[in-house]
T-cell receptor, first 114, second 113 residues
Framework: DGGITQSPKYLFRKEGQNVTLSCEQN?????MYWYRQDPGQGLRLIYY???????QKGDIAEGYSVSREKKESFPLTVTSAQKNPTAFYLC?????????????FGQGTRLTVV | GNSVTQMEGPVTLSEEAFLTINCTYT??????LFWYVQYPGEGLQLLLKATKADDKGSNKGFEATYRKETTSFHLEKGSVQVSDSAVYFCALSDWRTGNQFYFGTGTSLTVIP
């Protein structure tokens, strides 16, 4: 079955550590996105990539980094520079440039700083 | 620019009540409009969509009509069930500008028996 897989589902990080969240899709989508969701709030865009080896900052990119070496994969690194990383992180993908397409979401990773 | 505004929650309804969640949008082009649903601890799932003015999206008893004149895409359901309890997000995207999605802040719905 095609879809988006995020791992792990739960992640704990000590202060000062970098952690990487995985996002893989087998939908052959060109575009991939990372969103952050805080309790009671909407989704805020962290980074997005519309093609391999290219990505752009979203609204809240500070303290995060990404790479897009393969079409299927878009990992997100939460660095120690991110002051408040505890949140629910969602990865999504869609077919950029195709009319009327919807975004498909993974099941999310809940990151907690301990 | 593009943006989405949806009614704030939380919304609590009794089973079989009528549901309306308001959503209005601002867009520079001709966007597609979407409603997504999020169950606790999960990602977002597409509920319905509409791609041009006057289109009606529908799924699982939910409906929303793309109203260009009022820039709205209100979600409705005639008779809610306990299993509809979730957070609902209105969103837009415009493939002409790279298909980036813009989401509302979400509306939490709780349906009580």
């Amino acid at each position: 079955d095609g879809g988006i897989t995020q791992s792990p589902k739960y992640l704990f990080r000590k202060e000062g550590q970098n952690v990487t969240l995985s996002c893989e899709q087998n939908l052959n989508h060109d575009a991939m996105y990372w969103y952050r969701q805080d309790p009671g709030q909407g989704l805020r865009l962290i980074y997005y990539s519309q093609i391999v080896n290219d990505f752009q900052k979203g609204d809240i990119a500070e303290g995060y980094s990404v790479s897009r070496e393969k079409k299927e994969s878009f990992p997100l690194t939460v660095t120690s520079a991110q002051k408040n990383p505890t949140a629910f992180y969602l990865c999504a993908s869609d077919s950029t440039g195709y009319k009327n397409t919807e975004a498909f979401f993974g099941q999310g990773t809940r990151l907690t700083v301990v | 620019g593009n943006s989405v505004t949806q009614m704030e929650g939380p919304v609590t309804l009794s089973e079989e009540a009528f549901l309306t969640i308001n959503c209005t949008y601002t867009a520079t082009g001709y966007p597609s409009l979407f409603w997504y649903v999020q169950y606790p601890g999960e990602g977002l799932q597409l509920l319905l969509k509409a791609t041009k003015a006057d289109d009606k999206g529908s799924n699982k008893g939910f409906e929303a009509t793309y109203r260009k004149e009022t820039t709205s895409f209100h979600l409705e359901k005639g008779s809610v069930q306990v299993s509809d309890s979730a957070v609902y997000f209105c969103a837009l995207s415009d493939w002409r500008t790279g298909n980036q999605f813009y989401f509302g802040t979400g509306t939490s719905l709780t349906v009580i028996p």
